[in-house]
């Protein structure tokens, strides 16, 4: 099993949302592994494509980025939960991203610096609440990036323009900072929501929030698979767990390397399809634990060893399986040997 990430496109849309970000800089959200493609894969493109900015999730995150960008362009969005995460941070060089009173207080204590902080405007998760930004603690702090984060940009609620309300309503008390809003979906709300830095993740890897961005975006992540065996079939037998799917005549099947390790779960079972060179091979009965079952009927050349492409239009995936096209990225698992091509 394999992955193929397209580095031109993965290049193309970072240089489009930046554009599309107007005045402001798109920096790159690489948390969960680049949404799955793979962080040593993604961040050099992105880095050379003109990226600077990055934000992860998480402190275990950190080493893997590092590898390829200095720490003072990295952003870690869960801020310190612990004093050891704190004096991680401050040992490697990387920007918390402070998101209360009491991380704070554990960044102050670990002798501070350069920091990011994030403010609730109505999402109601991570963030500090706006009546807490004159506490002492916040006011001390040195912070480079004034976040917020947009809950429902994908869709065309009131909210938005509630949450832009709330984030400009902020004062002077940051006024050295650069400002962030937006994430793919809020860029394509306009730039009046882009502030000076942006922070797309999921359009750079060709999921499309809004339906602005359908054809700018492309697609970047193409996995493929084995078969492994072929077999012949006669009208009555049933096939795979559960005998699901019965045959109506003769028919030529494939057993195929793909299953939920990789991020292909039974969603696509009955409705899903792999391809051979293009002839569309539809999928029978139910994925299970590492396999699918094809229908090779219309690809009588193809046998054991050919690889099959897995159809990975993001949107087209998410109608056909009711995943979200974060969930079909981040879902691809660690058995797809990553490879880059159109450096």
Not at 161 to 174: K, Y
Request: contains cysteine; hydrophobic residues 45%; glycine residues 12%.
């Amino acid at each position: 099993m394999r992955l193929r990430i397209d580095a031109g496109a993965l290049a193309a849309n970072w240089r489009a949302l930046d554009a599309l970000s107007g005045g402001a800089s798109a920096g790159a959200a690489v948390k969960a592994d680049a949404y799955g493609l793979g962080v040593a894969q993604v961040v050099p493109v992105l880095r050379d494509a003109g990226v600077r900015d990055f934000f992860v999730a998480h402190w275990l995150e950190v080493p893997a980025v590092l590898a390829h960008v200095p720490p003072e362009q990295v952003a870690v969005l869960h801020g310190p939960v612990t004093a050891e995460d704190a004096t991680f941070a401050r040992a490697v060089g990387v920007r918390p991203v402070i998101n209360s009173v009491e991380q704070a207080g554990l960044w102050h204590a670990a002798g501070g610096g350069p920091c990011d902080l994030m403010v609730d405007t109505g999402m109601n998760r991570l963030g500090l609440p706006l009546p807490q930004l004159s506490e002492q603690d916040i006011v001390r702090l040195n912070v480079q990036v004034l976040h917020s984060h947009l809950a429902s940009a994908d869709e065309d609620d009131l909210q938005n323009r509630q949450q832009l309300a709330s984030f400009r309503s902020i004062g002077s008390q940051f006024s050295t900072a650069r400002r962030a809003l937006a994430n793919s979906a809020g860029i394509a709300l306009g730039r009046e929501f882009a502030f000076d830095v942006t922070r797309p993740g999921l359009a750079l890897y060709g999921g499309i929030p809004r339906p602005e961005l359908a054809g700018t975006i492309r697609q970047t992540a193409f996995p493929q698979c084995r078969i492994l065996q072929v077999r012949q079939i006669d009208a009555g037998d049933r096939v795979g767990y559960n005998g699901i799917f019965t045959a109506v005549a003769p028919m030529r099947v494939g057993t195929v390397a793909l299953g939920y390790a990789d991020g292909f779960l039974r969603a696509w079972g009955g409705k899903g399809a792999l391809e051979c060179e293009g002839v569309v091979l539809p999928l029978l009965g139910r994925v299970s634990m590492d396999m699918v079952i094809v229908d090779l009927s219309a690809a009588p050349d193809c046998g054991p060893g050919d690889w099959l492409d897995v159809p990975y239009d993001l949107p087209t995936a998410a109608a056909t399986t009711g995943l979200s096209q974060y969930e079909l990225l981040t879902l691809l698992g660690p058995r797809l040997a990553r490879t880059t091509t159109g450096v």
